[in-house]
C-alpha cells in the first residue's frame, strides 16, 4: 500500500469495522474506561452510555463474559496443537523449532484475539544478534490495514501508534509486500498521517536503521512468490464489509452483553440496599459537641453510615454499638406517625428475579455466539455419559470444527514459512514442500459405553478380536493392535489348555468356557 505524505489517517477502507473494533476490544478487556468510552458504539442507549460519567455514585460492574468466550474459543479450536507433518529430513527440525519458540501457546494466543476481534495476523520475525530461530508473532484485526484480492492476502501494513512526542503523532508503518519488507516512520496528526522521517528519528525504530538497507528487507530468498504473512478469519462471512475481515464471536450481541452488565448491576445495587437499616426517633440521639479542632466535630463509624460530613456545630447520633438503652420518662411506645423509637427496615433481596435474567441472557449470548451452554459450565447437573455430554456440547464441536477450516492453510503456509527463515537466514534443512496439518482428537468415547458395545457385537457374533481391540483403543497404532490380539489369543489358548473339555459339558458350561 502505498501511503504518500499528507494524506488522511486512516485511510479509506472498513470504516464499519474501525467503528466496532474498539467497542469489541473494551468488551474483551472488561476495562471499565474502555467499555464507558466504546461500549455504546455498539449498544446505544445502553448501560454503560448512561456510566460515561465516572463521578456517577452508582457502582459499575462488569460480568466478563465476552473474555470467556473469546479465551473458551481458542481453548476449544487450539489447546491440542495441531501436529504438522513435513518430509522426513526436515521433521525433526520443526518439532525441535516448534518446541523452542512454543508453537501451541502462540496458537491458542492467536486464537483468543481471532475470536475477539474477527481475524489475526500471524507473522515471521527473526533478529540474528538475539536469537538463533524465527519467531512466531501475532498482530489484531485492529492494528492492521490489509489488502485482499480474490479473498486472498497479498499484501499488509501494521500499524504501531508510537505516541504523541514534541506535539506531533509519531507512526511506525510495516509494509509486508511481494519480495520486501518495507520500514517506515511518519511524524503527523491523529487524523493525518504527516510527513515520512528518518528511521533514527524515533528510538523505537532507530535499531532499525543500522545498515544500508534503510529499513527494506529483501525477501525473495525465503519466499520467491507473495508475502510472509498469513491470515486466519475467525468466521466467514463478514456482513458489515466484502472484505474477508472475519466476524468476532460477539458481532450482533453486544446489546445483549449491555443487558446482562445492566441486570448483573442492578443484583449489585439490591444487595447494598437490602443492608439492614435503623429508623430511630430523635430522642433516641445523642448531643456530640465539636471537637478543638477547626474541621468539626470527631466523625465517627455513626457519620459515615448516615453520610454526615465534619461540621463545626453540635450534631445528634445515634449509638449503633450501644447495649443498653435509658428509658426516657413519658417517652410513647410508638411516635405520632406509628414507628416505634427504634425500627429496624430491611428490604427484600430478589435473588432469585436477578439469576433467572442473568441466566437466560448468559445462555442467549452463548448460544448466538455459537458455542453449547455446557461449554460455560451450564445445564451440567447430574451424572452424563460421554455420549450424553458429546451431544449437549455438539454445537461448539460444530464451531470448533468450523473455526479450523479457516485456519488450516494458513497453518500450514505459515510452518513453512518458518521453516524457510529457518534455512535461509539461520542454516537449517530447507523443506521441500508445504506440510500436512492434522487435528488431535482428544474427545473419547466413554469406557463404559465403549465396553458394552463390544460386548453386544460379540453377542452377535458380529465382531472379530482385532475389531474389538481397535473400538477399545482408537489411539493405537496398526502394531499395538496386532500385539493386543496375539496376547489376548495366546491367554485363551492357555485357559483352555489348564481346563480342557470332556464331552459332557452342558451348551451352558461351553458358553461359559470360551472367555
Not at 484475539?113 to 538475539?130: F, N
Not at 450481541?253 to 437499616?277: H, I, N, P, Q
Not at 514459512?417 to 482428537?441: D, K, S
Request: aromatic share 8%; hydrophobic share 35%; glycine share 8%.
Amino acid at each position: 500500500m502505498l501511503i504518500s505524505p499528507d494524506m488522511p489517517w486512516p485511510p479509506p477502507g472498513a470504516e464499519k469495522l474501525r467503528k466496532r473494533w474498539p467497542s469489541w476490544a473494551a468488551w474483551w478487556s472488561g476495562d471499565l474506561d474502555d467499555l464507558r468510552t466504546h461500549a455504546s458504539t455498539t449498544a446505544p442507549g445502553g448501560y454503560w452510555e448512561k456510566h460515561r460519567d465516572k463521578e456517577l455514585k452508582d457502582r459499575q460492574m462488569h460480568l466478563p463474559l465476552a473474555g470467556d468466550i473469546a479465551g473458551t474459543s481458542a481453548e476449544l479450536v487450539f489447546s491440542d496443537s495441531p501436529t504438522l507433518q513435513f518430509s522426513a529430513d526436515v521433521q525433526d527440525a520443526w518439532d525441535e523449532l516448534a518446541q523452542t519458540i512454543g508453537w501451541g501457546n502462540s496458537l491458542v494466543e492467536a486464537g483468543e484475539v481471532c475470536a475477539a476481534l474477527g481475524g489475526v495476523y500471524l507473522r515471521p520475525a527473526w533478529e540474528r544478534d538475539l536469537f538463533d530461530h524465527p519467531l512466531s508473532t501475532s498482530v489484531r484485526a485492529d492494528e492492521a490495514i490489509p489488502e485482499f484480492r480474490f479473498g486472498m492476502l497479498i499484501g499488509v501494513v501494521f500499524v504501531t501508534n508510537l505516541g504523541e512526542r514534541d506535539g506531533f503523532q509519531w507512526r511506525w508503518l510495516e509494509h509486508h509486500e511481494p519480495g520486501q519488507i518495507r520500514h517506515e516512520l511518519w511524524k503527523g496528526t491523529p487524523n493525518n498521517i504527516g510527513k515520512l522521517m528518518g528511521l533514527a528519528d524515533h528510538p523505537d525504530t532507530k535499531h532499525l536503521a543500522v545498515g544500508e538497507s534503510g529499513g527494506v528487507i529483501d525477501t525473495r530468498p525465503i519466499r520467491a512468490r507473495g508475502i510472509l504473512v498469513e491470515y486466519i478469519p475467525n468466521q466467514l462471512p463478514q456482513p458489515l464489509d466484502r472484505q474477508p475481515y472475519g466476524r468476532a464471536d460477539i458481532q450482533g450481541l453486544e446489546t445483549e452483553l449491555d443487558a446482562l452488565d445492566a441486570a448483573w448491576a442492578s443484583w449489585m445495587r439490591d444487595l447494598d440496599l437490602g443492608k439492614g437499616r435503623v429508623l430511630v426517633s430523635a430522642e433516641m440521639l445523642d448531643s456530640v459537641a465539636p471537637s478543638s479542632r477547626s474541621t468539626g466535630h470527631v466523625q465517627t463509624a455513626t457519620d459515615k453510615f448516615f453520610g454526615r460530613h465534619r461540621r463545626s456545630t453540635p450534631a445528634k447520633v445515634f449509638d449503633e454499638d450501644a447495649k443498653v438503652f435509658t428509658p426516657l420518662s413519658g417517652l410513647p411506645m410508638e411516635s405520632g406517625n406509628g414507628l416505634a423509637p427504634i425500627t429496624p427496615v430491611q428490604f427484600a433481596i430478589r435473588v432469585q428475579e436477578h439469576a433467572d435474567t442473568c441466566a437466560a441472557l448468559v445462555e442467549q449470548i452463548v448460544s448466538r455466539a455459537g458455542y453449547a451452554p455446557q461449554s460455560f459450565g451450564m445445564h451440567v447437573e447430574g451424572q452424563l455419559s460421554g455420549t450424553a455430554i458429546r451431544r449437549r456440547e455438539h454445537r461448539s464441536h460444530q464451531t470448533k470444527n468450523r473455526k479450523r477450516q479457516y485456519a488450516r492453510p494458513a497453518l500450514e503456509r505459515f510452518a513453512e514459512t518458518l521453516m524457510l527463515i529457518n534455512a535461509v537466514i539461520f542454516g537449517r534443512p530447507r523443506p521441500t514442500e508445504r506440510p500436512t496439518l492434522e487435528w488431535r482428537e482428544t474427545d473419547q468415547a466413554d469406557p463404559k459405553e465403549t465396553a458394552e458395545t463390544i460386548n453386544t457385537l460379540k453377542l452377535a457374533e458380529a465382531i472379530s478380536i482385532e475389531t474389538s481391540v481397535q473400538m477399545a483403543h482408537p489411539e493405537w497404532d496398526e502394531k499395538q493392535v496386532t500385539d493386543e490380539v496375539e496376547r489376548i489369543q495366546a491367554e485363551r489358548e492357555a485357559k483352555r489348555a489348564e481346563n480342557p473339555l470332556t464331552g459332557y459339558e452342558t451348551p451352558d458350561a461351553l458358553d461359559t468356557a470360551e472367555p
